[in-house]
Every structure is written in structure tokens, then in C-alpha cells.
């Protein structure tokens, strides 16, 4: 995605493109001139980073000299860690890592609806990453949103567990939603588990049957306990 520098013509109320820079991240969402005006800061929604772009006294925007990445490159995500750091670059008069330090600080305090936008913007990976943060932060709409992720493959690894889990924790903190989920998951592989334990019937392995009816009956299907019922019997 793109940055325009423009001019603005007051008296006939028109502007003009002077010129186009990239920003090094896509979905540019927010755009500032830095306190010292040679400047600007870009934060991308999509890119899950800032960019610094140079501001001439000319009105051109220079290429970008830094980029900033909210995504853990080369270690993994820490926003602790990430704000150590730009404090450190802050206090030593680097006006950027100011401007980082606010993104940082929306990152930490409202990460469920980073994770939203960037969900709408199809940037599946980054809305991840910001699930996850409020997910651990305890927030149940967050474990909701986090669990679907891992559920159906989007912005992670397809991971059942992983999507139980947050499930799990979600439902426990009452959310409706979670809860229907994870009965829906009950039931499936329950289904799924009496099913092979038929197949497995009707081959003659009546060892392996045994443990997917067990399997089944666990998870509560009531067929699955009646035919357990008849492996002990017969």
C-alpha cells in the first residue's frame, strides 16, 4: 500500500499529487507528521507495522528508513519486550519509537478490536496474533474468536486441541456461543467414534470396536453405551 504527499491550492481550493511512496505494509490506516515536520509516521493494519517515510521541505515523501513489525519477527511476539525497547529508543530522543510507543500501548489495552479490524481486512494472521493477546488477557469474546481460528484453519495452523481449549475457557466464563460449540464438537466425534466402531463391528476386530464404542459412550452417546453394554455381555 501507498502514502500521497499533495499540495492544496487555497485560493482555488484544488490539490495536487506531488508524489507516491510505499508503506511497506498494506491497509495504511493511520497517517502522522512527527513533532520535528522532516517526518511522517504510517500504521498498517494489514502489515501489522509502522513505517518512517522522510518528509521534504520540498513536500516530497523520501523512501522508508524504518520499519517497525508488531509480528515477533525472528523471536517470538512480546509487546513487554516491545516496549522496553521503544521506551529505550524514546528516551533517547528518536521521535518514531514515540509514536510506536502509542501503537504499543493500543496493542496492550484494546487487542480484541485490533484483532476485529484487522480480521476485516482479511489479514487473518495478524488478527490472530491480536486474539491471542486478549485471549490470554481473559477476554471471552477473544478465546471465542481464537478457538474458530484454530478450529477452521484461519490465520494459524488448524489445531483441535488448541481450538477446545480456548473453547473450553470461553464456555467457562459463560459465553453462549463457546458452549454450543463444544457440544456441537462432542457430538461429532462421537458420532464419528460409533461409526468406526461399527465398521470395525462388522470386520470381525471386535478389540478395536470395543475401544471406539468406549470412545463413543465416554462422550456420552447413548447407542455407544448400550453396545459397549453388549461387547462386556457377549
Excluded at 515536520?37 to 509502522?50: E, K, L, R, S, V
Aim: with cysteine; net charge negative.
Amino acid at each position: 500500500s501507498t502514502a500521497h504527499a499533495l499540495s492544496f491550492d487555497k485560493t482555488q481550493g484544488t490539490l495536487t499529487l506531488i508524489n507516491t511512496q510505499l508503506t511497506q505494509g498494506g491497509a495504511p490506516c493511520y497517517i502522522n507528521v512527527g513533532p520535528s515536520g522532516d517526518y511522517i509516521i504510517t500504521a498498517n493494519y494489514m502489515g501489522g507495522n509502522i513505517t518512517v517515510l522522510p518528509l521534504e521541505t520540498s513536500g516530497r515523501l523520501g523512501e522508508n528508513v524504518s520499519t517497525f513489525a508488531f509480528k515477533g519477527e525472528g523471536v517470538e511476539q512480546n509487546l513487554d519486550m516491545a516496549t522496553l525497547w521503544a521506551e529505550r529508543a524514546s528516551e533517547q530522543g528518536f521521535e518514531a519509537a514515540a509514536e510506536l510507543l502509542k501503537l504499543l500501548k493500543t496493542a496492550k489495552e484494546n487487542p480484541f478490536d485490533l484483532g476485529v479490524a484487522c480480521f476485516k481486512k482479511d489479514d487473518f494472521v495478524q488478527a490472530a496474533r491480536f486474539f491471542r493477546i486478549a485471549a490470554e488477557q481473559g477476554d471471552a469474546k477473544a478465546q471465542l474468536n481464537l478457538a474458530r481460528c484454530y478450529m477452521h484453519g484461519i490465520g494459524v495452523q488448524k489445531d483441535k486441541t488448541e481450538a477446545v481449549h480456548w473453547f473450553r475457557a470461553a464456555a467457562e466464563q459463560g459465553d453462549q456461543k463457546a458452549a454450543e460449540a463444544l457440544e456441537k464438537l462432542r457430538k461429532t466425534e462421537a458420532a464419528e467414534a460409533f461409526t468406526l466402531g461399527v465398521a470395525c463391528h462388522e470386520k470381525g476386530d471386535y478389540v478395536q470396536a470395543a475401544q471406539y464404542f468406549r470412545t463413543a459412550a465416554e462422550l456420552g452417546l447413548t447407542t455407544a453405551q448400550c453396545r459397549l453394554a453388549l461387547c462386556y455381555f457377549e
